[in-house]
């Protein structure tokens, strides 16, 4: 039977309230742990031992004389060595924390090697072990001898079956000779403090818990308020000013990343929001120094706090290492003043940072600054939703054509990525892949024959033929329009006296005798016949008809009923429209490429939609110089016409000439031009 009456002695309560008692980590714990293991046994020497879960040892004796190895490492001896403890005193800086950092030193541990295999096997075992100092094998008598070793294994999760636990380290004592009934004490009140790391696990998960659920209603208030406003910098002022409220501080303000420092890898932040400011101008000194202190956040991608508070100096690493020559430049102008700057963080990304500044007597702790990075983790990724829905299209679908591209080229550089796997895409298709070379030229449709009806003689018209206007279909023969014939029928009576007058004096002179002046007179009446003849002639060219059946596409004089018109005026033109051919003009460089046999198709501008095939009739061997460059008429027959084609529809035609590359038909023009560029 084991004595436990002096359990409620002061100092053991003392014991019970230090290891009930909140510490800052596991480290500061199992040291705490150590100290008070070591106290409570009387040991001359406790140390914290790692060992690798590779390299356990299976539950063996302690060796005679074991090997020193490198697996079993310590961490953490107490008593503390006598100058380390003596600096950390005189400095003031002794604390859980501080004493961790002190080296320990191999030489200073008494029986090395033993306490080495002691832990290893109690780290092998999972259990308890007490080895004596003299012996090869484990205790079972109490016998005298030189001490005792007890290694005791630090279990892991509570409620983990002890095979299976995992173990933290293993804590070996070193004891002086005592009887077996103290060394069975002993074993219980080391074993019962052991107990209380399950106490120190579950007070570290419920901190965490409530940490979490603290964040989470932070984030959950903060989330509410944003989403009431209507776009993504209402929702960063409205960020910013819950923040400024629910923290009591003097300001709060948001910044968001802006563009990306290719030179130096490093990104810029820009003022966004600041709290209880509506308008922010980026040219003032204030909202530069507070850019500045952003961009010091961001470059590091960690909280930074300045001034840090006196017991952060030793353990926080990252606070305590992190570069604040911004933000002392930005509270150079207050003395009380406090500033922390936490990373917006999303998808593994830093998009933005928060400073806060407060002048209040409370410090800023690093709890607060916790639960902040917590909520803001939740709150960022909302506010990327917002900022993405306020651009515009063209920018929301080449994010999404990015994000559906990740999956095949990797989520780093996928923009670069695609344009490359574009362009190498586009390069292998543009060298392997032909098709017909298209030759363009501008085309004309015109009528195959169309006849120009013109004026045969001076006059003046008098009326137009029924129905006869531009446009109007024609039947050959039907009359177009009749000229004045008034004169020339006076002329004609004129020209019949004469020939009566000189035939009458032309027989009496013959009658006379006088031959000479028969002959004179009978010449008179012939020229005067040959005038009449004439005048017939040209009245029945008076009427004018249609030379063939088609269509007036030209002429609407019916406004000249009545003028005088000249020898050779053209007033009609009339062509068959159900036989239309293609007139293109195809440019020098290309004319080498169509042959007679070439087809193509035409695409009129009246509906460029529809495509008319035409096959190449005729080249005309002249060019024409058009704009400075030469131009080779080529006309075609439409094998498809349309009812509302016109003579002098305009539109672009295309030559299928013999197939390229892609490549080949880009580069045609400039490796011509090249070509004549460089031969002699």
């Known amino acids: 039977m084991i004595d436990l009456s002096s359990l409620k002695a002061t100092g053991w309560q003392r014991v019970v309230a230090d290891l009930s008692s909140q510490a800052p980590d596991d480290r500061a714990f199992v040291a705490r742990l150590v100290t008070k293991l070591a106290q409570v046994s009387g040991a001359r020497q406790g140390v914290l031992f790692i060992i690798p879960e590779s390299q356990s040892a299976p539950d063996e004796a302690v060796p005679a004389a074991p090997p020193v190895e490198a697996d079993a490492r ?88 002890a095979a299976s636990a995992p173990v933290r380290g293993v804590i070996t004592l070193l004891l002086d000779q005592q009887s077996r009934q103290a060394l069975q004490t002993t074993l219980a009140l080391v074993e019962v403090l052991v107990g209380y790391i399950h106490g120190h696990t579950a007070r570290q998960q419920l901190a965490r818990i409530r940490a979490a659920g603290a964040a989470l209603e932070l984030a959950t208030r903060l989330i509410a308020a944003i989403n009431t406003a209507k776009n993504f910098k209402g929702a960063c002022f409205q960020l910013v ?34 709290s209880d400011t509506e308008n922010i101008d980026r040219r003032m000194a204030m909202i530069q120094k507070l850019e500045a202190a952003m961009d010091e956040c961001l470059d590091q991608e960690q909280p930074v706090m300045y001034p840090l508070p006196p017991n952060l100096a030793e353990g926080e690493v990252l606070l305590s290492q992190a570069i604040t020559h911004a933000h002392r430049e930005l509270a150079a102008s207050d003395a009380r003043l406090k500033i922390v700057t936490i990373p917006l963080r999303a998808d593994g990304r830093v998009l933005g940072t928060l400073l806060i500044e407060a002048t209040g007597t409370t410090p800023i702790e690093i709890g607060t600054v916790e639960l902040l990075q917590a909520a803001l983790d939740l709150v960022t990724p909302v506010l990327e939703i917002r900022r993405r829905d306020d651009r515009n299209l063209a920018l929301r679908a080449y994010d999404s054509s990015l994000k559906g591209g ?88 004129d020209s019949r006296a004469q020939i009566t007058q000189a035939e009458k004096q032309a027989d009496e002179a013959l009658k006379k005798g006088r031959l000479a002046e028969s002959q004179q007179e009978q010449a008179k009446a012939d020229q005067a016949r040959a005038k009449l003849r004439l005048l017939e002639y040209r009245m029945t060219q008076a009427v004018i008809t249609a030379p063939i059946s088609g269509t007036i596409i030209a002429g609407d004089i019916r406004d000249r009923v009545g003028s005088s018109v000249k020898l050779g005026d053209a007033v009609f033109q009339v062509a068959d429209l159900s036989d239309m051919v293609a007139v293109a003009r195809v440019d020098d460089r290309d004319i080498s490429l169509i042959a007679g046999d070439t087809t193509g198709q035409i695409a009129p501008k009246s509906d460029p939609s529809t495509e008319f095939d035409f096959q190449v009739e005729t080249i005309v061997p002249l060019s024409q110089t058009e704009e400075g460059a030469n131009a080779f008429v080529v006309r075609g027959r439409l094998t498809e016409t349309a009812p509302w084609f016109r003579p002098g529809m305009e539109g672009i035609a295309k030559f299928n000439t013999p197939k390229r590359s892609l490549l080949g038909i880009v580069s045609r023009r400039i490796v011509d031009q090249m070509r004549l560029w460089l031969w002699w």
Request: charged share 20%; hydrophobic share 45%.
């Open 74 to 161: 310590p961490i953490f001896m107490w008593p503390l060595p006598a100058g380390a403890a003596a600096s950390l005193q005189r400095a003031g800086q002794m604390s859980e924390r501080a004493v961790l950092d002190i080296p320990v030193e191999e030489a200073a541990i008494e029986y090395l090697p033993d306490a080495k295999s002691a832990a290893r096997s109690a780290h092998g075992s999972r259990q308890t072990r007490v080895y004596g100092l003299d012996r090869t094998n484990e205790l079972y008598d109490g016998s005298p001898g030189k001490g005792y070793i007890v290694a005791v294994p630090i279990p892991g999760a509570p409620g983990a079956e």
């Open 406 to 493: 990740a999956w095949l080229v990797g989520p780093k550089h996928t923009g670069w990525k695609l344009a490359g796997l574009a362009l190498m895409t586009l390069l292998l298709v543009s060298i392997f892949v032909h098709v017909p070379y298209r030759v363009s030229a501008p085309v004309e449709i015109q009528a195959r024959s169309p006849r120009t009806i013109s004026i045969p003689f001076d006059g003046v018209i008098r009326e137009l033929g029924p129905g006869v206007e531009a446009g109007a279909k024609v039947e050959a023969g039907q009359v177009l329009l009749k000229l004045d014939t008034t004169d020339l029928e006076l002329s004609a009576l």
């Open 241 to 274: 000013n819950d923040l400024c409220r629910q923290l009591s501080v003097d300001r709060v303000a948001l910044g968001w990343v802006a563009t990306t420092r290719h030179t130096e890898g490093g990104r810029l932040n820009r003022c966004l929001a600041v």
